[in-house]
């Protein structure tokens, strides 16, 4: 019984960690990065283009990750929405409209008052932080206004890698008029003509632009849209489904592929950032971070 015992065990194990390969690599492999990236800064000098070099294994990693990002949610989005009910696909939707602003405003007041009680980064004061252009003339109401823009997209294939975005520019005051024949000379002092240019209310016109990166919420609306269309298609529309059905599975297997590869990705990639850190203060403000994080 015993021997019996031990053999089952065994094979527990066994198949334990074959299906927690990829976790227990993932964690082996950042823990061989940190190991690799201090050996690396401590012994051995690099120059710039040399640790771009060394960290080329964890740039490819990111570049799969994002390459494989639009064809997931394409056919992920579609093949799902299309084999629903209309009726069913409808109540879905508002429960998920419904859940996901009742978890945002959670998120949002747990974020403020962690926040507010950690303080992650709060060693940093105002000389050491350059904030030249992070604070453009953009209102709530302009966000909002985006991200019903970016909803609708004009241009699905500009939505692939661009995004709209809403800027700000003041416009030139209009100049006062004065009479010259009732004025008199030299009357206003130069406070006065301060006062009088402060009063003067600033006008703005908005511009639009576009940024790089993917318009994820207009690929997303665009989906479920023409995934609600499909599905209520019948037998017209059973061709185009078994397209995105397959699409999907085979990006699912190409998502399987990049897995495999994410721990030697991970490994080199947290050597390369940790290489590159110049203020070993930098980690002590993360650890704050995550713990922020994990607290939320």
């Not at 031990?6 to 990065?33: E, P």
């Not at 084999?83 to 403020?112: F, N, P």
């Not at 600033?202 to 849209?225: E, M």
């Amino acid at each position: 019984m015993d021997v019996m015992a031990k053999k089952q065990q065994g094979v527990d194990v066994k198949g334990l960690l074959k299906r927690n390969w990829l976790l227990l690599a993932t964690i082996v492999s950042v823990v061989l990065g940190i190991g690799l990236g201090v050996l690396v800064r401590e012994y051995a000098s690099l120059s710039h283009v040399d640790k771009i070099y060394f960290g080329f294994p964890g740039d490819i990693l990111m570049r799969m990750l994002k390459l494989i990002i639009l064809p997931l949610i394409i056919s992920s989005m579609i093949t799902g929405v299309a084999a629903l009910d209309s009726e069913v696909s409808g109540k879905i939707g508002l429960r998920a409209v419904v859940y996901y602003i009742s978890t945002t405003i959670i998120a949002v007041i747990l974020g403020i008052i962690l926040v507010i009680t950690i303080k992650p980064g709060v060693s940093q004061t105002a000389e050491q932080i350059d904030r030249t252009g992070i604070t453009p003339n953009v209102t709530t109401v302009d966000t909002l206004l985006d991200l019903l823009r970016n909803m609708f997209p004009e241009n699905l294939v500009q939505a692939c890698f661009q995004q709209y975005k809403t800027k700000r520019k003041e416009l030139e005051p209009p100049k006062p008029s004065v009479n010259v024949t009732t004025a008199p000379p030299l009357t206003m002092t130069s406070a006065a003509v301060t006062a009088a240019i402060e009063n003067v209310t600033k006008d703005y016109t908005i511009v639009g632009v576009y940024s790089n990166g993917i318009n994820v919420l207009g690929l997303i609306t665009f989906c479920v849209a023409f995934g609600l269309v499909i599905g209520n298609m019948g037998e017209k529309g059973r061709i185009l489904l078994e397209f995105f059905d397959a699409l999907n599975e085979a990006t699912m297997k190409l998502v399987q592929i990049i897995m495999c590869y994410m721990p030697v990705g991970i490994l080199f990639l947290i050597a390369a950032k940790i290489i590159e850190v110049e203020d070993w203060e930098i980690f002590r403000k993360m650890g704050l971070y995550m713990v922020t994080v994990l607290s939320g």
